[in-house]
């Protein structure tokens, strides 16, 4: 199959592939910041609830304490080591809660820390940026969390209160929490596979169902397209009819069926008045040519009737110039008539299948085979035709011919006749004058001649007979050259 980036075809595979492919990808976002989310959520309420249990402790180790609880007295609170209060050193605390603890004064000086002895050296907790201290304040909570990336995960720290007996705030407590999303991460690589898998799958069908949709779309835009092709003004032209199309393209089809309709109504009617029109042209031709000849007659008549002496010893010589004047202007009217009246009464043509090739060598036969040559590309054409209309056809075409060479030079005329897969092709090449120009596009008109003694109507009449054998006729002149006239039918 030919793909042209703007064929229907292509854009209905490239769309439906671009659907499932920006499909997956939305999937995949939304679930990467769903999953990004609930592990964020996850490790908040964890934070959260490790918080208030090491809250609970400290509280607890602060009513246990003998000391008097206040922001001076935490050092040596959280810092004993000694066996019996063992249990409330920092150190434990972390060690029980599995995480880091620090404890700074209301100023952010740090008291006590579980990472005391390894970060010593480490400045930056031992004293906090005074903006923490004011975030913690400021929250309704009173608590504070920040949140850094680190190499090896989230790092989200808490800050808040610890309170005293009258619930005032005697420190500041900081729980560095490594939010470890490990867990979160396989998941969410298992699900993303498994997510790959399914597109890539869809993909295929994708790629399947487009291409099998966008056939059949296009299959039957094509057998309409094939068919708006051989759309015709001068012949009947063919109804589509495609089995099961779908809606869109029965809707075309039932358009262009009933144009066809249409086009055959206007069509008819058309000839309809073509026809009137001629008929109406050759009426009033007829009148003109008969008219022509009555006035000298009538003349001839009158001025012999005043001039008639019967005792004029030359009457008799008088008499027979007369009735020969008579006779010839008889004659011309004959002759228009009989014209008139072979152009009127063409007969319907009577087909009958046969041979082309003797019928037009027997219509030359009337010819100097000298002037009038004929070639043939096949010893038998076969075609439906009205032979004496076709002889017809070549009787005029080649007097024509005849009547084109000027008188200082030998006619040369050449009727040929072959045939193709489909057609037949006669044509009538001379050696004449050619026509002008402005002459081109009236020759085949009834009653269009340039010659004196023409009638005009041999080509009117070749026309006729070749349409009523479905054919067509045209011609190439050439002022130097010729003619050459050229029927083409229908095989
Ligand atoms: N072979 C030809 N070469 C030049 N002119 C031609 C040829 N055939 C026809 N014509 C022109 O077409 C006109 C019409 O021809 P036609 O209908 O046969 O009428 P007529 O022969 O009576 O004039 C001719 O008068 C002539 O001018
Ligand atoms: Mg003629």
């Known amino acids: 199959m030919k793909l042209s980036l703007t064929s229907l075809r292509s854009k209905i595979f490239l769309s439906m592939i671009g659907l499932v492919f920006l499909a997956s990808i939305m999937i995949l976002v939304v679930t990467i910041m769903q999953y990004k989310e609930e592990a964020e959520d996850y490790h908040k309420k964890r ?28 050092k040596y609170i959280f810092k004993s080591n000694g066996s019996t209060r063992g249990l409330s050193s920092i150190s434990e605390l972390s060690r029980i809660h599995k995480m880091p603890i620090n404890i700074y004064d209301l100023k952010g000086n740090l008291i006590v820390s579980s990472l005391w002895h390894f970060k010593e050296k480490n400045d930056s907790i031992k004293h906090l940026p005074a903006y923490i201290i004011k975030k913690i304040d400021e929250s309704p909570d009173k608590r504070y969390i920040i949140k850094h990336e680190s190499p090896d995960g989230e790092y989200q720290s808490s800050f808040s209160y610890i309170y005293n007996r009258q619930f005032k705030p005697i420190a500041i407590l900081n729980l560095p929490y490594l939010a470890d999303s490990t867990f979160y991460k396989k998941e969410l690589e298992e699900f993303l596979k498994n997510l790959g898998l399914i597109y890539l799958l869809m993909l295929l069908i994708a790629i399947v169902l487009s291409y099998f949709l966008s056939r059949y779309i296009t299959k039957s835009l094509n057998t309409v397209n094939d068919i708006l092709k051989k ?28 144009m066809v309709d249409k086009l055959e109504e206007s069509a008819k009617k058309l000839a309809q008045t073509e026809r009137e029109e001629a008929w109406r042209n050759m009426a009033r031709q007829v009148a003109h040519e008969i008219k022509n000849p009555l006035t000298p007659m009538r003349l001839s008549i009158q001025s012999f009737q005043m001039t ?81 209309q076709i002889q017809r056809v070549i009787g005029n075409l080649v007097k024509n011919a005849l009547q084109s060479v000027p008188d200082d030079r030998e006619p040369d005329i050449l009727v040929s006749v072959r045939q193709t897969a489909d057609k037949i092709f006669i044509s009538v090449t001379d050696n004449g004058s050619g026509i002008a120009p402005e002459h081109q596009s009236r020759i085949f008109e009834p009653k269009f001649t340039t010659k004196n003694s023409g009638m005009g109507l041999g080509l009117a009449i070749v026309k006729k007979i070749v349409e009523n054998h479905n054919g067509k006729i045209y011609f190439n002149s050439d002022k130097e050259m010729g003619t050459t006239f050229i029927i083409e039918f229908d095989k």
């Open 231 to 258: 759309i015709s003004f001068s012949k009947e032209n063919q109804k589509i009819i495609i089995k099961n199309p779908n809606e869109e393209i029965s809707q075309l089809i039932e358009t262009y069926n009933s």
């Open 47 to 74: 934070l959260l609830r490790k918080e208030t249990a090491v809250k609970v402790h400290i509280n607890s180790i602060l009513e246990n304490t003998s000391f008097e609880v206040k922001t001076d007295k935490l």
């Open 308 to 388: 008639f002496d019967p005792d004029d010893p030359g009457i008799k010589s008088k008499f027979d110039e007369f009735a020969q004047m008579l006779i010839e202007q008889i004659d011309i009217m004959s002759r228009i008539a009989s014209a008139f009246s072979d152009f009127a009464r063409m007969p319907q043509a009577n087909l009958e299948k046969g041979n082309l090739v003797p019928v037009i060598k027997n219509a030359l036969k009337l010819y100097d085979p000298e002037q009038v040559r004929f070639v043939s590309s096949d010893d038998e054409i076969l075609f439906n035709f009205d032979k004496n």
